[in-house]
């Protein structure tokens, strides 16, 4: 049977990856979620883009730079690499309207909800945003990934339930990262396509859409 992939592979950051801490603004505060680059090492395996799309207005509260975020994400790809698993890219938005460091105060089109870091991935990546999924634990993720067209997938790693994240809808709610991947693992096939479809823009799924 034809495998039917997506293009691409969307995660947050925080509360999919790597523990929700609150505010994450130093390197020994980061903490893989447990099966969480086991299951990024089986995204790489079946060639699939993963990349990361994640909010970081600590920097704009002045919590920490834009070289130190950098670091953080250095220590992220090194703590994957020890279990075999790789990030083909990481997209960030260091803004917030509120925020206090003057230089990194504005509204800005990249912050889930808007769609501008996906929409970046998909100009410098040339795939189709309809043909990725994104994994979230929030309801800013849900909301851009339904806005962008992507299949949205809920982890209850983090912040969000599917009750927390309303009125957002996520197409599929699962317990974590690992049993996300295996999901779409499993829809790498004709009929798990037609199936991965029908969730798309269907509306509220709650209970249906979770992987026995
Ligand atoms: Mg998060
Ligand atoms: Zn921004």
Redesign the pocket.
């Known amino acids: 049977m034809t495998k039917r992939l997506p293009s691409a592979v969307f995660l ?5 990856i790597n523990e ?1 801490v609150g505010l994450l603004y130093r390197t020994d505060q980061l903490r893989l979620i447990p099966g969480a680059a086991q299951a990024i090492r089986k995204l790489n395996a079946l060639n699939l883009p993963v990349i990361v799309v ?1 909010n970081q207005s600590v920097v704009a509260h002045g919590l920490c730079t834009e070289e130190t975020l950098a670091g953080i994400h250095e220590e992220l790809k090194r703590q994957l690499a020890e279990q075999g698993a790789s990030l083909s890219a990481i997209y960030y938005c260091p803004h917030h309207e509120d925020g206090e460091v003057a230089e990194y105060r504005r509204a800005c089109d990249d912050r889930k909800p808007g769609i501008g870091m996906l929409q970046a991935a998909a100009a410098d990546f040339g795939f189709q945003l309809q043909d990725c999924v994104l994994i ?3 309801r800013g ?1 849900m909301e851009a990934g339904r806005a962008a067209g992507c299949l949205t997938i809920l982890v209850e790693t ?2 969000a339930t599917p009750v927390t994240c309303q009125p957002a809808v996520p197409d599929r709610v699962c317990r974590d990262l690992a049993e996300a991947v295996d999901f779409i693992a499993r829809n790498g096939d004709e009929a798990g396509r037609v199936e991965l479809k029908s969730f798309n823009g269907l509306g509220p799924s709650f209970g249906v859409g979770k992987v026995e």
């Open positions: 947050d950051r925080d509360g999919v929700e994640t979230g634990d929030r993720d983090g912040f």
